[in-house]
């Protein structure tokens, strides 16, 4: 998820936001910024005895204090590995105790023969006057058969920062719709026929019926509902993401 747009007014994802024609979107803009702690003495020397925790994240210039501090909040909820303990902490404050726990457990097992690591991109996926959407990917590794990684999506108003819904953006009663949507375009993914059955083919859904998740994200191309590993899966069948292009949603979406 590389991509990169900023839409001005009246652009494709603006359908729902009833806005006047004349009106201009306010300039917003950001810079990428890179959060780095890892074990004393650095991992370049022995990456085996090292421990590192790396965000990558955007930094907005253009907007409210106290939208900044709420979209703050949210960042660094969503690269504590889904830790409770983590609940209101700073990535930095996250970022040390990661790196303390393993010099610690290197004390108590010095033995052992594995680093650990925690990596996560925060990206701009849309950026409009009216909802910025953004992608957190995450990969980490603590020790175990496997590591660890993940795709989840922020999508607030830039103005209020309050959360950006499905029901800001469609038409009301669209639920039904998307789901059916969202199933063929799943389908359609994974090469299913559109009567064949979820389980059988591995994905476990209840009552064997497609249904959305509440991880969804939008980008450029369309919307996107996405299912992290061991979410409808094995881990073995990795994610599963489903993009609904915005032609397709049309006539959902909000004039």
């Not at 803009?29 to 020397?45: D, K, M, V």
């Not at 375009?185 to 083919?201: C, I, K, M, V, W």
Request: overall charge negative; charged content about 25%.
């Amino acid at each position: 998820m590389k991509r990169l747009l900023i839409f001005s007014l009246g652009s494709l994802l603006l359908y729902c936001c009833q806005q006047k024609e004349e009106a201009k979107a306010p300039v917003i803009t950001y810079e990428l910024a890179n959060f780095r702690i890892e074990s004393e003495g650095g991992c370049r020397a022995d990456s085996t005895r090292c421990a590192s925790y790396e965000v990558s994240y955007p930094v907005f210039k253009d907007l409210d204090s106290a939208v900044v501090q709420i979209l703050t909040k949210r960042i660094d909820a969503s690269v504590s590995m889904g830790n409770p303990e983590a609940q209101g902490e700073s990535m930095q404050a996250i970022g040390k105790k990661f790196v303390n726990d393993f010099d610690d457990f290197k004390k108590e097992m010095p033995d052992y023969g594995m680093g650990w690591y925690y990596e996560a991109r925060v990206e701009v996926e849309v950026l409009t006057d009216t909802l910025l959407s953004l992608s957190v990917t995450e990969e980490y590794f603590t020790g175990g058969a496997h590591g660890g990684h993940g795709t989840y999506f922020i999508n607030i108003k830039p103005k209020t920062g309050s959360e950006f819904t499905l029901e800001n953006f469609f038409k009301p009663d669209y639920s039904e719709e998307l789901r059916r949507l969202a199933d063929r375009f799943f389908r359609r993914g994974h090469e299913l026929a559109d009567t064949a059955s979820l389980q059988e083919n591995m994905f476990e859904f209840p009552g064997d019926r497609f249904e959305l998740n509440q991880n969804y994200g939008f980008t450029p191309e369309g919307l996107m509902f996405y299912y992290n590993s061991y979410e409808i899966a094995a881990y073995a069948a990795g994610p599963s993401a489903v993009l609904i292009p915005y032609d397709s949603l049309k006539p959902l979406m909000k004039k």
